[in-house]
């Protein structure tokens, strides 16, 4: 499964950015992870084939996962930006729906985009 990222940018704190990904195969769950200079990749966001969001209490009640029309089609709208949202997104891609605690685990995925970058200026 190859995965193609698009928007990201430079924002000012406070403002919005949409990140996009479409997957070229069947997935069982997609999600978003970030990684910033120096640290290590961290989970964003996940949605599952059932529908069934995860997000990481950093981005809770700022930022939605959702399914396009297509099936394979996964945005990430991220509200109200904080300076260290600033990072690198990558969209990510799994087999199969990990348990709970793993659904925002580097591990638990198996196919992963280039990334695209956000920065969000103070």
């Known amino acids: 499964v190859e995965l193609v990222e698009s928007g990201g940018g430079s924002v000012e704190a406070g403002r919005s950015l949409n990140l996009s990904c479409v997957a070229s195969g069947f997935t069982s769950i997609m999600a978003w992870f970030r990684q910033a200079p120096g640290k290590e990749r961290e989970g964003v966001a996940a949605?599952?084939?059932?529908?069934?969001?995860f997000y990481s209490d950093s981005v809770k009640d700022r930022f939605t996962i959702f399914k396009g029309n297509a099936e394979n089609t996964l945005t990430l709208l991220m509200n109200n930006l904080k300076p260290e949202d600033t990072a690198m997104y990558y969209c990510?891609?799994?087999?199969?729906?990990?348990?709970?605690?793993?659904?925002?685990?580097?591990?638990?995925?198996?196919?992963w985009g280039q990334g695209t970058q956000v920065i969000v200026s103070s």
């Open positions: 949605i599952d084939r059932e529908g069934r969001t």
């Open positions: 990510a891609a799994g087999r199969i729906i990990p348990p709970p605690p793993s659904r925002l685990r580097v591990r638990a995925y198996n196919w």
